[in-house]
């Protein structure tokens, strides 16, 4: 709470600040607060998705706006109705302490009349997408000539939408003399346009390089054949038994389609696009905050309002047209300090498309495999050994145990555990037996993807292990590969390929420390609680090119996890607290 009130915010806000449970501001709020409070300035700020940009502007702006009076002083534009929704509920919880100020939405799907009515009503700060605002102003319901600051929000992606007329249109209609303040998290030409023409000598902030993804991001891609993407999507999906993801496809066709595939076959999925109701459009939102979807397949345009900060996979079904858009897309996850994954699925011609993000978001991809059928079968019979292990225990089953005791007398305790894991396991292994590879050959490789022997050991002199820990020991792929540096006492680019599942993990070394290792981790605890280490019997599950872990990490060291302290063995993990999914985990 001392650097929010070292930043020169007042008390009502402060209070706020302390209800809402924020405890320290991001980078682009200790840059951008300071600047606009102080000082009558044009501002603009380039910073990732997820990075906070709202509080950023909200809290300087609530501070400046005259609460007595009714006239209309700040205007928000943002590209989507749930972004501008979303900045509408979270400028309320911010103001909750100043009287008589309002903020109202404006956008399309919604009645004009009752928006209408609530701009008559007074709204000092109002939020609105392009389109309904300059409809609005058209017909003279809202006067903007006398607003005294105009923020544009996520102004590349209000330009990419083909909003560009609108946003001139509307700025021509706005006092000379006031406050533009622009945020974005990239800085295309349209964007730079926007600041010559409409803004004044501004400052400028910078959170991480220009047009660079966020270094908490793994970006991965998948090579198939053009058929493959659905069954590639659904490996994916079957490989990660705790996703919570967004799936992203080119079209608002292509988006019901899959959505519709992947419920089919058993998966908690929905769909979000434009040509849903904004009723259909909120339902599916409240159900994927609430966990109850798992995978949400959604167009470009229609997942700009998604403000969710534990989405652990973004995966592109296709690639966007537009770099900046995957720039976007992959900010869905990483969130708020936390670790995601962007996976992209691609066809051999579209491997140049792969060259070309690298070089704009400033990070290398790694090239991995789609996970083989007899690689799912291990992870989820882990999985659902973890979940058994983990279950509480109903007090009520003790009632029955008599009888229960009576169906298994005479089967001893591991033909027991057999039958227990086989009700589940039998399902999926049935599935996935003799599944075809799904993997196309991927030129930047050479081709060279020789698959391993069974002691873990792949042609390559690389060996994939199984270690008993996971999410719910409060590990992401970035701590996980720290604690096994640290612990080896190895370098980072000797421990790679690391995937981190619900309650276990799996990680690859090169063949010369498979002795070190495997003795390491002979009787290992951390806090009286054995640490485990073993040779997967899947050796090239993950695949990739190790080369890359190193490209990844050329940033400075994050500090990144809480293993050092053994907080990281904690019971309840990063999303403990999320519901269980009705999704059963053998799939069709």
Not at 200 to 227: L, M
Not at 242 to 261: L, N, Y
């Amino acid at each position: 709470m001392t650097k929010f009130k070292a930043l020169g915010l007042d008390k009502p806000l402060l209070d706020a600040i302390t209800d809402l449970g924020f405890e320290q501001p991001s980078e682009v709020q200790e840059k951008a607060i300071p600047i606009l409070l102080e000082e009558e300035t044009d501002l603009v700020a380039l910073a990732q998705t997820g990075t906070g940009k709202t509080a950023a502007f909200g809290f300087p702006l609530i501070q400046k706006i005259d609460s007595q009076s009714r006239t209309t002083q700040g205007l928000i534009l943002s590209p989507t109705r749930e972004l501008c929704l979303q900045i509408t509920n979270e400028l309320k919880l911010y103001s909750k302490y100043i009287k008589g100020l309002n903020v109202v939405a404006i956008y399309g799907g919604a009645s004009i009349t009752e928006q209408a009515r609530q701009i008559k009503k007074g709204a000092q700060i109002v939020v609105a997408t392009p389109g309904r605002m300059k409809d609005m102003i058209g017909r003279g319901i809202i006067n903007i000539s006398k607003i005294d600051y105009c923020i544009l929000d996520e102004a590349d992606e209000m330009l990419n939408m083909g909003f560009y007329e609108d946003i001139k249109d509307i700025l021509s209609d706005t006092p000379e003399e006031k406050s533009t303040w622009l945020f974005s998290a990239t800085m295309p030409k349209e964007v730079s346009t926007i600041a010559r023409k409409f803004m004044h000598h501004p400052q400028e902030i910078t959170v991480g390089a220009k047009n660079s993804g966020v270094d908490t991001v793994q970006h991965e891609y998948y090579v198939v054949g053009g058929r493959d993407r659905y069954p590639a999507l659904k490996r994916l999906s079957d490989a990660n038994p705790g996703i919570f993801s967004v799936i992203f496809c080119r079209t608002k066709r292509d988006t019901q389609k899959v959505a519709e595939k992947l419920i089919e076959d058993g998966y908690n999925a929905g769909a979000l696009h434009g040509d849903l109701s904004q009723n259909q459009r909120d339902l599916v939102m409240n159900a994927f905050r609430k966990k109850q979807i798992q995978m949400l397949v959604a167009t470009d345009v229609a997942a700009r309002g998604i403000d969710v900060d534990d989405i652990t996979h973004v995966i592109n079904y296709q690639l966007p047209d537009e770099i900046e858009t995957y720039t976007h897309r992959s900010g869905r996850t990483g969130r708020a300090g936390k670790s995601g994954i962007s996976m992209v699925i691609v066809t051999r011609s579209e491997l140049r498309k792969i060259h070309a993000i690298e070089k704009k978001i400033k990070q290398a991809f790694v090239a991995k495999k789609i996970p083989t059928g007899m690689e799912i079968c291990e992870i989820q019979l882990y999985h659902l050994a973890s979940k058994i292990r983990n279950t509480e225990v109903n007090p009520d089953v003790a009632d029955y145990l008599p009888a229960i005791n009576d169906v298994f007398e005479g089967v001893d305790r591991d033909e027991l555990i057999k039958k227990m894991v086989s009700v589940e396991f039998t399902r999926f292994f049935n599935y996935y037996n003799r599944a075809k590879d799904l993997n196309s050959t991927d030129h930047r490789d050479g081709g060279d993807r020789k698959t391993g022997s069974r002691d873990g050991s792949s042609n390559n002199g690389s060996v994939r292990y199984f270690i008993n820990v996971g999410e719910k020991d409060n590990f992401d792929w970035m701590s996980l590969k720290d604690f096994l540096k640290d612990t080896l006492a190895v370098g980072k680019e000797d421990i790679y390929k690391v995937d981190v599942k619900d309650s276990f993990s799996f990680f690859n070394s090169d063949a010369d420390l498979k002795e070190r290792i495997l003795a390491t981790f002979t009787d290992f605890k951390v806090e009286g609680r054995f640490v485990n280490v073993e040779v997967s019997k899947n050796p090239e599950s993950g695949g990739g090119r190790r080369s890359n872990d190193k490209g990844r990490r050329r940033s400075k060291d994050r500090g990144r996890g809480k293993r050092r302290d053994g907080k990281a063995f904690q019971s309840g993990g990063r999303r403990s607290g999320k519901k269980k999914s009705k999704r059963r985990d053998g799939f069709y």
